[in-house]
């Protein structure tokens, strides 16, 4: 159990364009979801946290207008990079907090954005 | 001072061997502490869970919580290359907060 799924697993896409997230809890319902970015070789960072039906909190110097996030319900949050630029290429990982056996966070597989 | 903190490595270690991972936390009041694995490329994923002081075994791995030390630890005994990644320990604080460690990269060598 405790099963999250992200989509799309990679994405490539042109300057400019914004790009969308999901994230799903698949078998247990998320009391909160997290958005983290990854550079190579770096340590996680959180981006943001959000609770469903409730705007997201932002971690100092994330800019909440450019990367969106919806918390629509218990299982899923979205992420939209706005305006993606090539500085956005990242490893964008989400992550639920729930779970049957533990409250814990599972993290989802991750996205690997590419902005050329 | 971090909430969690990890030596960031990489810690070697030959296959077979135990490997020893740490981490120390700041906040007294914590009762949750996990422990993850994140092979490179990929996120992390669960593999040890402890609320308890003592120690608590799953296969190879053995995680050992003292909270009167607020020190928290990850034992992996015959340790294979298949167990080289970065370890990342997590802490829920006395606020219901989440903490990450930020990793101890770990090398078994065959």
């Known amino acids: 159990g405790a099963v999250v799924s992200q989509h799309p697993s990679w994405v490539i896409c042109k300057s400019g364009t914004s790009v969308k997230i999901e994230c799903r809890s698949l078998?247990?319902?998320?009391?909160?979801m997290f958005w983290y970015r990854q550079f190579p070789k770096q340590s996680l960072m959180l981006m943001a946290t959000?609770?469903?039906?409730?705007?997201?909190?932002?971690e100092q110097g994330v800019e909440k207008d450019k990367f969106l996030i919806n918390h629509a319900s218990l299982t899923l949050s979205t992420l939209t990079v706005t305006s993606a630029h090539p500085e956005d290429s990242s490893f964008y990982i989400c992550?639920?907090?729930?779970?049957?056996?533990?409250?814990?966070?599972?993290f989802g597989p991750g996205t690997r954005l590419t902005v050329l | 001072q971090k909430e969690v903190e990890q030596n960031s490595g990489p810690l070697s270690v030959p296959e077979g061997a135990i490997a020893s991972l740490n981490c120390t936390y700041s906040?007294?009041?914590?009762?949750?502490f996990f422990w993850y694995r994140q092979y490179s490329g990929k996120s992390p994923e669960l593999i040890m869970f402890?609320?308890?002081?003592g120690d608590k075994e799953d296969g190879r791995f053995t995680a050992q919580l003292n909270k009167a030390s607020q020190y928290v630890s990850l034992l992996i005994r015959d340790s294979q290359p298949s167990d080289s990644a970065t370890y990342l320990c997590?802490?829920?604080?006395?606020?219901?907060?989440?903490?990450f460690g930020s990793g101890t990269k770990l090398n078994v060598k065959p």
């Open positions: 992550s639920a907090r729930g779970g049957r056996v533990t409250d814990t966070q599972y």
């Open positions: 078998d247990f319902q998320a009391t909160t």
């Open positions: 959000s609770n469903e039906g409730s705007k997201a909190t932002y």
């Open positions: 906040d007294r009041g914590s009762q949750s």
């Open positions: 402890i609320y308890s002081n």
């Open positions: 997590a802490v829920i604080s006395g606020f219901n907060k989440f903490y």
